[in-house]
């Protein structure tokens, strides 16, 4: 089966611009999470979709960020207008659906950095 | 709350040699304790994972990791380092209403010496 998919693999942007991030998960997986690592800094949770709703949004850093999950399938990580410590790397996971289904299966991630 | 702390970002080994990579959490719940791993340029790839039961886990590429509730650890250990074990790795607790979602430690890079 195929994997989590993150496209792009690279962005590079300008301060003040936007920039979409797509996370296609395992077909079949209705959770999917996004996460972010910063340089330097540990990965840490942005937001979680069961479905095509947020479950928890408690990590997102503040409002240029939007998720969202067009009817349950892929999802997609807008961030508007970007600042220059948004730069670092954005992870998606995918797991199947059940709350003892702990493994979380990662894409690649995307390295986003903002000039 | 949760937390996680690695001891140590860069960890050294040679090949053939015992590998250890620490890792202490914080949880005010019966915590799920994972180490994941991420090769150059590659996703994080799960390595294996304590939820209950035995506390002596086994994961891939021959890694092992031992959850001690009293001393709030989950440490991985190799009995022999391969080259081709360089990688980083992290360290993860979930738990409570969301066992999907992580909390990370900072990561500890491992470099293998031939």
């Known amino acids: 089966e195929a994997g989590v998919t993150q496209f792009p693999s690279h962005s590079v942007i300008e301060k003040g611009q936007t920039v979409t991030l797509r996370c296609d998960p395992i077909?079949?997986?209705?959770?999917l999470y996004w996460y972010r690592r910063v340089m330097g800094k540990e990965i840490k949770f942005l937001l979680h979709?069961?479905?095509?709703?947020?479950?928890?949004e408690s990590g997102m850093p503040n409002n240029r960020f939007l998720a969202e999950r067009t009817g349950g399938t892929y999802s997609t990580l807008k961030v508007q207008p970007a600042e220059l410590e948004d730069s670092g790397v954005y992870f998606c996971?995918?797991?199947?659906?059940?709350?003892?289904?702990?493994?979380?299966?990662f894409g690649q991630g995307t390295r986003l950095t903002v000039v | 709350a949760q937390s996680v702390t690695q001891l140590g970002s860069h960890v050294s080994v040679s090949e053939g040699a015992l590998v250890l990579l620490r890792c202490n959490y914080s949880?005010?719940?019966?915590?799920?304790l994972f180490w994941y791993v991420q090769y150059p340029n590659q996703g994080l790839q799960l390595l294996l994972k304590?939820?209950?039961?035995?506390?002596l886990v086994k994961g891939i590429n021959g890694f092992e990791a031992e959850f001690k509730k009293s001393e709030t650890s989950f440490h991985l250990t190799k009995p022999s380092a391969h080259m081709s074990d360089a990688a980083e790795y992290f360290c993860?607790?979930?738990?409570?209403?969301?066992?999907?979602?992580?909390?990370f430690g900072q990561g500890t890079i491992l470099t293998v010496h031939p």
């Open positions: 949880s005010s719940v019966p915590p799920y």
């Open positions: 979709f069961v479905k095509e709703s947020k479950q928890d």
């Open positions: 077909s079949g997986h209705d959770n």
């Open positions: 304590y939820t209950t039961g035995a506390t």
């Open positions: 993860a607790v979930s738990g409570g209403t969301s066992y999907g979602k992580l909390t």
């Open positions: 996971a995918s797991s199947r659906p059940g709350a003892m289904n702990t493994e979380a299966f």
